[in-house]
């Protein structure tokens, strides 16, 4: 190899190595930024389904909000529980808040993000649709055409099922978890 055909190689290892860099740093900058903005969200979305709730705490291990309505040391202040849920909708990825009043009744749903369809899809955020999931049992999370409590919205049958899907199967999980944890603590 001559000289002639080094330095091509060294100016696009150089400007390779300076594009990664830089992207690695602003990943990490605005990365920062997008799990605050997630994190107040979710504190937002808590306050609304939980209009008396008066601090929370996250339990990272189990991925569960235990929502207090007075002192975090008391069990008997406990108003409800919340997490996060994610299906695979027509265009993407959705996230959702999921409140649970105990465990056999939802408290509520909020939809944290999406990539649905505009006008179509992206109904599964309006209120006709979340709605149906206050105080929805636990045992009627599905759609009406599979014999649950929620109507799918027309033309979104793909949305409206990750969502339902997505909420049943995570909630399951999460009351599982919520159950072995207080059977090993002794609560």
């Not at 709730?53 to 202040?77: A, R």
């Not at 909020?110 to 369809?117: C, D, L, P, R």
């Not at 929805?136 to 014999?147: F, H, P, Q, T």
């Amino acid at each position: 190899m001559n000289k002639d055909d080094i330095v091509p190689i060294l100016v696009l290892t150089i400007i390779v190595t300076t594009s990664v860099a830089t992207l690695a740093v602003t990943d990490s900058i605005t990365r920062e930024k997008i799990e605050e903005a997630k994190r107040m969200e979710i504190q937002q979305n808590l306050a609304i389904q939980f209009p008396d709730m008066t601090d929370f705490i996250f339990d990272k291990k189990l991925g569960i909000y235990t929502i207090y309505m007075g002192n975090t040391s008391d069990e008997d202040n406990i108003i409800g529980y919340a997490f996060e849920a994610q299906g695979s909708g027509y265009g993407g990825t959705i996230e959702m808040l999921v409140t649970l009043k105990d465990f056999e009744t939802l408290n509520g749903i909020a939809i944290i993000s999406h990539m649905e369809t505009p006008g179509l899809g992206a109904k599964i955020t309006e209120s006709s649709f979340t709605d149906q999931f206050k105080n929805l049992a636990i045992e009627d999370i599905a759609l009406r055409s599979d014999n649950g409590q929620v109507d799918a919205i027309s033309g979104a049958t793909i949305s409206s099922s990750a969502v339902v899907d997505a909420i049943k199967k995570t909630t399951l999980k999460k009351i599982k978890l919520l159950q072995e944890n207080a059977n090993e603590t002794g609560g």
